[in-house]
Nanobody, 120 residues
Framework: QVQLVESGGGPVQAGGALRLSCAAS????????MGWYRQAPGKQRELVAT???????NYSDSVKGRFTISRDNAKNTVYLQMNSLKPEDTAVYYC??????????????WGQGTQVTVSS
């Protein structure tokens, strides 16, 4: 199994910045894409950003230019630097990765989520 643990969320004022981290652990043979998703109250979970094992990135239009995703493959960790935060960025942020385990199982794994609250 693969476990993901997020950290770095919390309250922040509009215009501020936060950095989220997510570390993967467990029976990991290799990790493909890693990413961040978010879910605001009453809304569906949506993609924020993804990054491939080779460093290719993809962002939602709503965060492009403000958020930066990166990863440390040696540490099986993905980061999300969030700048110029807006109240509409308020949500629970979830880490996701697609990974192979040592048993040869390929799956999609989720963290427990970390709350980000942006006040105006």
């Amino acid at each position: 199994q693969v476990q993901l643990v997020e950290s770095g969320g919390g309250p922040v004022q509009a215009g501020g910045a936060l950095r989220l981290s997510c570390a993967a652990s467990g029976s990991i043979f290799g990790i493909d894409a890693m990413g961040w998703y978010r879910q605001a109250p009453g809304k569906q979970r949506e993609l924020v950003a993804t990054i491939t094992s080779g460093g290719g990135t993809n962002y939602s239009d709503s965060v492009k230019g403000r958020f930066t995703i990166s990863r440390d493959n040696a540490k099986n960790t993905v980061y999300l630097q969030m700048n110029s935060l807006k109240p509409e960025d308020t949500a629970v942020y979830y880490c996701n990765c697609n990974a192979f385990t040592w048993l040869g199982v390929h799956g999609s794994y989720w963290g427990q989520g970390t709350q980000v609250t942006v006040s105006s």
